[in-house]
């Protein structure tokens, strides 16, 4: 089944269709052995008790070289390890393991399959997806609301109203961009210094993984930084702020038709909105839980790992106007 890389029809040459399209896979020579194998990491904090603040923090690996909907099932998931305290692991010593784990399995493990001969598959970590504040953690470097805060660029922002802000760099918007070397880098002048380097505080035990690139292999939080950060800002803007030179209001009725006339695929399960109907309900900040729809549908969008978007505004592609102004509801 693991073959099925090789065997899925492409609907287009230049397209990004799953993961095993995109640049940080191919570029594991490797990986075009059908023996050799990738995963995708995942980790993040679920707290167990509403009255106190001890969480977990479960590891999990996904096989890119499932089909689609063999690997997203719970048995095809592998489940690492997990953390259980009353604090945020402390990633230096929660993440030695699985990087030790991770560098053996690349060197190759025996499979035996039953009724075949046994060979060697070497098994590569590709990328890592986490909402914006484990990546920090992943990363050891500054939250998104820090100076240096975007783990895909070097920009400092500016620190004004008791609130870090990145202005957009019209000569620059997505750069200078961070690099998997420079990253390292910016980690060893971090610990000998005891300050943070651009944003870096110091080592992360991803970055000793061969072929794992800590800046490029990590996904943007789509949800997060993208639709509850940057779209709802927009909507804000666009709908809600009267007065305000970005206000369209008067021309909802062009955008409902718009929405309305929008065809999802069939991945995502709620269809858009118009503005008019329920602009109301979009006051409360509860609504914007119906954004949470999108990153479900778009998973393999994120997952196809372009040349990755990074954190800021600019770095994205929500920045277009007219993109992801999408309203839910049940299909
Ligand atoms: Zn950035």
């Known amino acids: ?129 986490a909402d ?35 202005p957009f760099q019209t000569a620059n918007p997505k750069g200078p961009k961070r690099t998997h070397e420079e990253a390292r880098a910016h980690a060893e002048a971090a610990l000998a210094s005891s300050k943070d380097v651009f944003g870096i505080k110091g080592a992360s035990w991803l970055t000793t993984i061969p072929h794992f690139d800590i800046i490029e292999g990590m996904a943007i939080d789509y949800m997060q930084g993208t639709l509850l950060g940057v779209t709802k800002r927009l909507i804000h803007f666009w709908f809600f702020d009267k007065n305000g030179e970005w206000y369209c209001g008067e021309s909802k009725l062009a955008v409902d038709n718009m929405l309305e006339s929008i065809k999802p695929p069939m991945e995502v399960h709620r269809m858009p909105r118009s503005i008019s109907s329920h602009l109301p309900h979009w006051k409360a900040d509860a609504s914007c839980l119906h954004h949470t729809e999108i990153p479900r549908g ?13 954190l800021h505004p600019q770095d994205m592609e929500a920045e277009k106007p007219g993109r992801n102004i999408w309203l839910y509801s049940d299909r």
Not at 22 to 44: F, H, R, V, W
Not at 83 to 106: D, S, Y
Not at 298 to 310: D, E, I, K
């Open 1 to 129: 089944m693991v073959r099925n890389r090789f065997q899925r029809t492409r609907l287009g040459q230049d397209t990004y269709e799953d993961i095993t399209d995109g640049l940080q896979y191919k570029k594991i020579e490797a990986l075009k052995n059908p023996n050799n194998m990738s995963l995708l990491m995942n980790t993040d904090g679920v707290r167990v008790f509403k009255s106190s603040n001890y969480g977990i923090w479960p590891v999990y690996f996904t096989v890119n070289e499932l089909p689609y909907n063999q690997r997203t099932k719970r048995e095809n998931c592998i489940f690492a390890g997990v953390w259980f305290g009353v604090l945020k692991p402390p990633m230096i010593a929660f993440l030695e393991p699985f990087a030790e784990a991770l560098a053996n399995l690349q060197r190759g493990i025996e499979v035996q399959p039953p009724n075949e001969e046994s060979y060697i598959a070497k098994v590569f970590l590709v990328g890592c997806t």
């Open 298 to 310: 778009h998973q393999r969008v994120l997952s196809a790992w372009n040349s990755s978007p990074g």
């Open 132 to 166: 914006m504040q484990a990546k920090a953690l992943l990363i050891n470097m500054k939250q998104h609301n820090g100076k240096c805060g975007c783990p895909k660029c070097l920009q400092e922002g500016t620190h004004a109203g008791h609130k870090q802000q990145y």
